[in-house]
């Protein structure tokens, strides 16, 4: 099931660690003000999104967005990658659920690694602030970006860390 937690929690509940290190480490960097990480982020425009590619095939992406209401919210889990979530500004609530509570509604694997799903109101919510980090593995449903009271403007780094075949 789902991680959540701080980086320190984060690193003592992960079976591998070193299948994580990459990604840990770009996410770290950017907690650094000033280093190149963070200044991509805090770049970023509302609505923009930049890609990093990092080592063993993870990639990170920096989002600058407007969180949205929970009736517009996309439940959806990925097969080939692992979500690394990580908050650097605002807040929102994520919702999880395992993967077999969901109905499948749009499978665009393998070009894109998203399963969107229908409608779910049976989820457990987490609520992300600044340095908060949620881990979601490929059996674990995700809708995310959702407005705590109204729409705000979130910073976050999704790093998409390639799953291993018993994982997925």
């Known amino acids: 099931?789902?991680?959540?937690?701080?980086?320190?929690?984060?690193?003592?509940?992960?079976?591998?660690?070193?299948?994580?290190?990459?990604?840990?480490?770009?996410?770290?960097?950017?907690?650094?003000?000033?280093?190149?990480?963070?200044?991509k982020l805090f770049g970023l425009a509302p609505g923009q999104t930049e890609q990093t590619d990092l080592a063993g095939g993870a990639f990170a992406l920096s989002q600058a967005y407007l969180t949205k209401p929970r009736s517009e919210g996309k439940w959806e889990t990925h097969r080939v990658h692992i979500d690394v979530q990580v908050l650097f500004l605002g807040e929102e609530f994520m919702e999880v659920a395992d993967r077999s509570k969901l109905t499948s509604q749009e499978d665009l694997t393998p070009g894109r690694d998203v399963?969107?799903?229908?409608?779910?109101?049976?989820?457990?919510?987490?609520?992300?602030?600044?340095?908060?980090?949620?881990?979601?593995?490929?059996?674990?449903?995700?809708?995310?970006?959702?407005?705590?009271?109204?729409?705000?403007?979130?910073?976050?780094?999704?790093?998409?860390?390639?799953?291993p075949p018993a994982v997925a």
Do not use: W
């Open 1 to 39: 099931m789902a991680l959540f937690g701080t980086l320190p929690t984060i690193r003592t509940q992960l079976v591998h660690p070193d299948h994580f290190a990459p990604a840990l480490a770009y996410i770290e960097e950017a907690f650094r003000p000033g280093s190149a990480s963070h200044q």
């Open 115 to 163: 399963i969107f799903y229908q409608f779910f109101n049976q989820g457990s919510v987490l609520r992300l602030g600044p340095g908060d980090i949620a881990i979601y593995f490929p059996h674990d449903g995700h809708c995310g970006s959702l407005a705590v009271t109204q729409p705000a403007l979130v910073r976050k780094i999704v790093v998409k860390v390639p799953a």
